[in-house]
């Protein structure tokens, strides 16, 4: 069955640099999501993407974050200058455009992001 | 704005018994729909069921059944004749449709199942 996988698994970093974080979503899927959790608190929206541009996103989703999808599979989060606050799992989800599963987001296993 | 609210941090269920797990949400829509996803340990989140907002009936899943109580604005999982497998964390979650066409999820803080042989 298809799914959404994230990589890596676990990214530690210092603060202040750039990471990126890399989702590829179902294959034929249009909607793409970044969401992310703090430990110990909720799962929380960061950003919805379609036709190559964000459709909508929170106030966490403040100029240090981007998304991007660089090529025909993959769909990435970039934080510029990562802060202590940004230690959170990240999640990727996609959703098909079409069919009684379109509102339906699927989920990868998540992106751990350590930041020190 | 829209909240989710799981009070039920932790629970645990001895196999093969029945086990409820509870949402309760806010939000000014009538229509919506509300989820139940599982995660269990270092797997992604799976969806374990679902119900639309303007059905009255509630859904069910083979083991998995909900009580949605929409006037209440609860929405309950309840899990039969629960397996070894089921321990995971359980979330709640709200999904409203925005205007764009995004569907966003509003989701609760989890409730961590364990299920004890």
């Known amino acids: 069955e298809p799914e959404v996988t994230q990589t890596p698994s676990h990214q530690v970093t210092q603060m202040g640099q750039e990471v990126i974080l890399r989702c590829v979503p179902i294959s034929n899927h249009l909607y793409f999501y970044w969401y992310r959790q703090i430990l110990g608190q909720k799962v929380e929206f960061l950003v919805s993407f379609y036709n190559n541009e964000i459709s909508e996103k929170s106030e966490i989703f403040d100029d240090q974050f981007s998304v991007e999808r660089p090529d025909g599979s993959n769909f990435t989060l970039k934080i510029r200058s990562t802060k202590l606050e940004d230690s959170a799992m990240y999640f990727c989800a996609s959703r098909s455009p079409l069919g009684a599963s379109k509102n339906i987001q699927y989920f990868g296993a998540g992106t751990r992001l350590s930041v020190l | 704005a829209q909240t989710v609210t799981q009070s039920q941090p932790e629970m645990s269920v001895q196999e093969a018994e029945t086990v409820t797990l509870s949402c309760t949400y806010d939000t000014s829509e009538n229509n919506y729909y509300l989820f139940w996803y599982k995660q269990p340990p270092s797997r992604q989140m799976i969806l374990v069921i679902r119900q639309e907002a303007y059905k009255q009936q509630n859904a069910t899943e083979n083991r998995f059944s909900v009580n949605f109580q929409k006037a209440a604005k609860s929405f309950s999982l309840k899990i039969s004749d629960s397996q070894l497998g089921d321990t995971a964390m359980y979330f709640c979650?709200?999904?409203?449709?925005?205007?764009?066409?995004?569907?966003?999820?509003?989701f609760g803080t989890g409730t961590r199942l364990k299920v004890l042989a």
């Open positions: 979650a709200f999904m409203k449709l925005y205007t764009s066409g995004t569907y966003k999820y509003i």
